[in-house]
């Protein structure tokens, strides 16, 4: 069964530091992967996808992604933290050819001044 | 161009009554999608439309339904109520079908069961 397990509940890291969430799927064939942010009282705002070619993608706000099938991963990561990118972050599968997304359980990401 | 809206933003109902919810996809998207939003089951896919056709469905109970209009409007319903129904409820639409398409998501109903 396709499924998406985003290992850290919460993480606390300081204002200008790096930050890596974890982010592992389960998925038959090749996946549609997608990180969203989501502040408070907020939708769901896409950061970045990975559909094919390069494993490493850009997104928006600095961050960026790296795609390894061999861990089955798709680790978000932004070099230097802000206290705006506080929000909850989740990592998404794509079902194919459905517009079905399928969460994982999310990342709350607190900044400390 | 506008994005995603949907209403009412808040809602408050008591066990046992319905609802409806309304999704208003951006301009010229065809494709909307509806997920349910609670701090214990996270973000669950409730059901897809394209063309004013349902074309998934998620592991709900027949409780919950929707349609899709020919303006691409979509609402969804829940009937009788239960307590554990109290959580966000997310729209989203896309240009076409497929989860390679970006999804646009809404601010979302906050729906209260007491």
């Known amino acids: 069964a396709q499924s998406v397990t985003q290992p850290d509940i919460h993480i606390t890291v300081s204002e200008g530091a790096s930050l890596e969430l974890r982010c592992n799927y389960s998925?038959?064939?090749?996946?549609?992967l997608f990180w969203y942010v989501q502040s408070p009282g907020q939708g769901l705002q896409l950061l970045l996808k990975?559909?094919?070619?390069?494993?490493l993608v850009q997104g928006i706000k600095g961050f960026e992604a790296e795609f390894k099938r061999s861990q089955s991963s798709f680790n978000l990561r932004k070099p230097s933290v802000h206290w705006s990118d506080a929000a909850e972050y989740f990592c998404?599968?794509?079902?194919?050819?459905?517009?079905?997304?399928?969460f994982g359980q999310g990342t709350t990401l607190q900044v400390k001044p | 161009k506008a994005g995603v809206t949907q209403t009412p933003r808040y809602l408050i109902k008591t066990r046992g009554q319905q609802v409806t919810l309304s999704c208003s996809p951006i301009?010229?998207?065809?494709?909307v999608s509806w997920y349910q939003q609670t701090p214990g089951q996270g973000l669950q896919f409730l059901f897809e439309?394209?063309?004013?056709?349902?074309?998934n469905k998620g592991n709900f109970p027949g409780r919950f339904s929707g349609r899709q209009f020919s303006n691409s409007r979509s609402e969804m319903n829940v009937s009788t109520l239960e307590l554990g129904d109290s959580a966000l409820y997310l729209c989203?639409?896309?240009?076409?079908?497929?989860?390679?398409?970006?999804?646009?998501f809404g601010p979302g109903t906050r729906l209260t069961v007491l």
């Open positions: 998404a599968v794509g079902a194919g050819n459905t517009g079905k997304l399928i």
């Open positions: 989203a639409s896309s240009f076409i079908r497929g989860s390679y398409n970006e999804q646009f």
């Open positions: 990975y559909f094919s070619g390069d494993t």
């Open positions: 301009s010229g998207h065809r494709s």
């Open positions: 998925y038959g064939a090749t996946p549609y």
């Open positions: 439309y394209f063309s004013e056709t349902q074309r």
